[in-house]
């Protein structure tokens, strides 16, 4: 009975309809349409590696915008939820890519076809794309490993065998941290940025002075409130690197002289990145 059920299981499984998505073009905040356009294409491959998830053909995506100069730039939920029916899919994806430098900050959203934000998540992700199959998952409600990717595995550390080297280590660890400190204070000014276009979109919206009249003001307010919300978003996802960043500058400044022989390295963590440190 065990077997014939699990054989059930299985066959339900396997006639379940998938669930369809289109990926809109994603947008780029403080760094180059060029680097936004290759972490799109990178959540486009890792999306079509989730078990019962069709990616919609981004040709049909292009052609309708073409066809219909009113479903460009969508932003609000109900010109997203329309989208959703003119290419018959389940769910709008959508992104901000957001950056200073060599720090990137990647929002995705998934609305469905009812116009209703099912999930919206945001993490850190690397130059190379560290993160961005974790957050795929997150953002279809799976769990980090949705799909079985096999991290990378971190460079081992060197090894240290004597005084000099360690010295020249310690040497190497104090600029380390002036480096990591350095890209600490760039990523909270990146979200104290943020943070005030958002506050500033807020009481624009609470003094009513923005300029939406006609019949598309409704459209106009939905548009910039959820300007407003992802300002606010990628401002916290750059807090929380900010934050991040300055603790490990400080533990690189203050590690005693009995500790030279240090090795500190980036490697792949469920969200984002993670320093891994040997002593």
Do not use: Y
């Not at 003119?86 to 950056?99: E, I, Q, T």
């Not at 929002?107 to 469905?112: L, M, Q």
């Not at 533990?251 to 030279?260: G, W």
Request: proline letters at 5%.
């Amino acid at each position: 009975m065990t077997a014939l059920a699990l054989c059930v299981g299985f066959v339900l499984a396997a006639a379940a309809p998938a669930e369809r998505v289109v990926v809109l073009p994603f947008e780029p905040l403080g760094i180059e349409p060029e680097r936004a356009a290759r972490v799109e294409k990178a959540v486009r491959a890792s999306l079509a590696r989730v078990p019962g998830v069709e990616v919609a053909d981004p040709a049909a995506l292009r052609a309708l915008l073409v066809s219909d100069a009113s479903l460009r730039d969508c932003a609000e939920t109900r010109c997203l939820s329309a989208l959703a029916a003119r290419l018959d899919v389940h769910a709008v994806v959508s992104g901000v890519v957001a950056g200073l430098g060599s720090f990137m900050s990647l929002v995705v959203k998934r609305t469905d076809r009812e116009g209703r934000v099912v999930t919206s998540v945001s993490e850190a992700i690397s130059e190379e794309g560290g993160g961005v199959a974790a957050l795929v998952c997150a953002a279809m409600g799976r769990n980090a490993a949705c799909h079985d990717e096999q991290p990378p595995l971190a460079a081992a550390p060197p090894s240290v065998s004597t005084a000099g080297a360690g010295q020249e280590g310690l040497r190497a660890t104090r600029k380390a941290a002036l480096g990591v400190g350095a890209g600490a204070i760039a990523a909270l000014a990146v979200a104290a940025g943020f943070g005030l276009s958002a506050s500033a979109i807020t009481g624009q919206v609470e003094r009513k002075e923005l300029t939406c009249d006609g019949s598309t003001g409704a459209a106009c307010l939905d548009s910039k409130l959820s300007t407003g919300r992802t300002h606010a978003t990628v401002s916290n996802a750059f807090w929380g690197v900010g934050g991040a960043l300055a603790a490990a500058a400080i533990v690189l400044f203050v590690l005693p002289e009995s500790k030279a022989t240090v090795a500190l390295g980036p490697g792949p963590a469920p969200l984002g990145l993670s320093a891994h440190g040997r002593f």
